[in-house]
């Protein structure tokens, strides 16, 4: 079975400071993987995945991520936060060959940016 | 981009009546919608997958007698919870895979917050 580990629930920076949020994901199979943002009282909104090809994944709002099988890790990281990236992000994993494409999340980690 | 809408999104009950949330997507077909649910600082817990003119699939400890689910369209799923109680009160997120494309991507709503009360 797939599961997710994000190690930090909460994870305080200072504006414009790097900020990196942690991810492992257990699998015995290939995997999709996924980061997704959660503004208050809102949906998500997908801000990056990775399904095959370059392990360095950019997306939205300036982050990035790496996918590292050697170390099962899909960490999320942006070089300057800002005021508005403070929200809760979730990292999730997908079986590629599954046809239910169902997605499991992690706990999520909550990103707080102090000014 | 593909857009997925929810209706209500909030809605507040009495103790024993029922509920219906409705799933929208707006742009694209989805043979294949999910319903999650939140609870405060939680993560989201998939309830169940909803497939376009069959039954749904229900996750270990859902009780699809609880939670009805009809897809009956390949842009409209809904989610009915039957006689609400207190702990029925969460945040219920639907999500939806762009079934014209092989993109492996789902597309959340924005969610439906209910208080049983």
């Known amino acids: 079975a797939q599961s997710v580990t994000q190690l930090d629930s909460q994870v305080p920076v200072f504006e414009e400071a790097p900020v990196e949020l942690r991810c492992n994901y257990s699998s015995s199979v290939s995997v999709y993987l996924f980061w997704y943002v959660q503004y208050p009282n809102q949906g998500l909104q997908l801000l990056l995945k990775y399904l095959s090809g370059s392990t360095l994944v950019k997306g939205i709002n300036g982050f990035e991520a790496e996918f590292n099988k050697s170390q099962t890790s899909f960490h999320l990281r942006k070089p300057s936060v800002h005021i508005s990236d403070t929200a809760e992000y979730f990292c999730?994993?997908?079986?590629?060959?599954?046809?239910?494409?169902?997605?499991?999340f992690g706990s999520g980690t909550r990103l707080s940016i102090r000014p | 981009g593909a857009v997925v809408s929810q209706h209500p999104s909030w809605v507040i009950c009495k103790s024993g009546t029922s509920v219906k949330i409705e799933c929208r997507s707006l742009d694209f077909q989805a043979t294949t919608m999910f319903w999650y649910r939140q609870f405060p600082k939680q993560s989201l817990m998939l309830m169940a997958t909803s497939n376009e003119g069959s039954k749904a699939t229900y996750e270990q400890g859902v009780e699809k007698d609880k939670f009805l689910i009809n897809h009956a369209s390949l842009t409209l799923s809904t989610l009915t919870v039957t006689s609400a109680h207190p702990e029925d009160s969460s945040f219920y997120i639907c999500?939806?895979?762009?079934?014209?494309?092989?993109?492996?991507?789902?597309?959340f709503g924005p969610g439906t917050r209910l208080l049983v009360l």
């Open positions: 999500s939806a895979r762009d079934s014209g494309t092989e993109e492996e991507t789902q597309y």
């Open positions: 999730a994993v997908s079986d590629p060959y599954s046809s239910a494409s169902k997605i499991i």
